[in-house]
């Protein structure tokens, strides 16, 4: 489940994993810069409806892409393991400019669609250049390793944040969406506490981090995107915890990031971005 | 409102934040310790009920301290300003080992007992040795610059948090209790956000800090500190981001601390304390 190969000379598509109830009838700033991205009024965007069991969730945002004058989207509505192997879904994401995952429940994308033809085939169409986007459980699927479920609104706990692997675009970041509105800083610590190495990505509502080939994140949307890197962390009790019982986690970063700053996940590095022009216009 | 001067070869007393809830029945660690450090069996402790309107709150720890096997304990119930100059309770405190502060609201506690005899007298005490504690609201009112009420369960927003004076025995941090419970990290961050010299304590239930003369705190309890320091912020869009916007806030240093760790206010250095020891038996 690790990402596919970039071949020589080419660059990996962009990653943005969307913290989910994103802006769908004002500025529609997140889905609006998805939309050029792949492509503007050339964008051929396959939408992946897996994680939702509502019947209409696939076709309301080709509505959405369309209102935002993108070209002419396809549902690849993958529903069963058989789906994942079928010729006509294949070869829509074969001949997709973007790949975009609805919201819903992150088990059922992992559980329907991993290990499948449809798995191999987006983590090539990405490395291939192809821009993939994720809302809610649809962001949460696009790294190597994905929070499942967990409890929220506690202090870090062994027993608060249950992992499993998810589709593997890339295994920097671990992501958590609705971050704020459902207080998930806990879980996401808890997870970066099993093994520091990877960078947590808590995102807020109407909030994406668009994530270029070059490893730099830019925060989009009306909230923030909260950045927890554990890499210096000086002590942790994540051993000796159990499951129930709050972990010590000494030399933790935070960075709040907004609309306009950057993080690269590659040097660890913050900053404000166009929030720092935008001060200074002199 | 600054601390009171601590005369030349003493120790200022110890200074003991709750995050509220403070178990009452079973280990009772926090309640004990507190007994202990105010002289046990010779502890004559006075509990300030201020903040609360309940009738039964100061005879309530009454009990409690009893139970612990402490001195006999008295009830300084300042009602009014009025009573923050009566003679009978300014002896009260003038003869106690240790003050108390219960929970309610510490606006109460604020606008009752600033500026009065009391006020006065409690940080002449505490600079002369005497420990002061206080749970819930009786916690945020003991440092210099206290959170007076804010938004829950947001990102640090300018608009999400209203500072008021405290009572001042230290300003070296702001407090904010019941913290993963009721999700308010996000407004702690957005006090320290006005002003990065303070560090941000952040009190689970059941959990305290318990701060020595050496501005050593220690935590005790069943939950988490979450230590914010600020101090080596590299970015802060505070000034420009307006009232109801996510504030930017690169390179907040974190720690998450439980019982036995311990944080130097002084030095700003986190230790696993006794958690380290616990390990290795060997």
Redesign the interface.
Known sequence: MCPSKVADGEQRGWIIPIGGAEDKLQRRRILKRFVQLCGGRDARIAIIPTASRLSDTGSRYVDLFERLESGPSSIVDIQTREDGEREDYLDMLANATGIFFTGGNQLRISTIIGGTSAAKLIRLRNAAGIPVAGTSAGASILSEHMIAFGKE????RAGSVRLAPGLGLTNRFIIDQHF??R?R??RL?AALAFNPFAIGIGL?EDTAAFIGPDNTLEVEG???L?VVDASEL??S?MA??GQT??????????????E??TFNLHTRK???GT??T??DPA
């Open positions: 609104g506690s202090s870090p704020r509105q207080d800083l806990g610590v807020d009306s909230g923030a909260t000086q002590f009790s000796d915890a019982k709050p972990v010590c986690l000494l030399g933790l970063k935070v960075h709040i990031l907004v306009g700053a913050a900053s404000p929030l720092m935008e001060r």
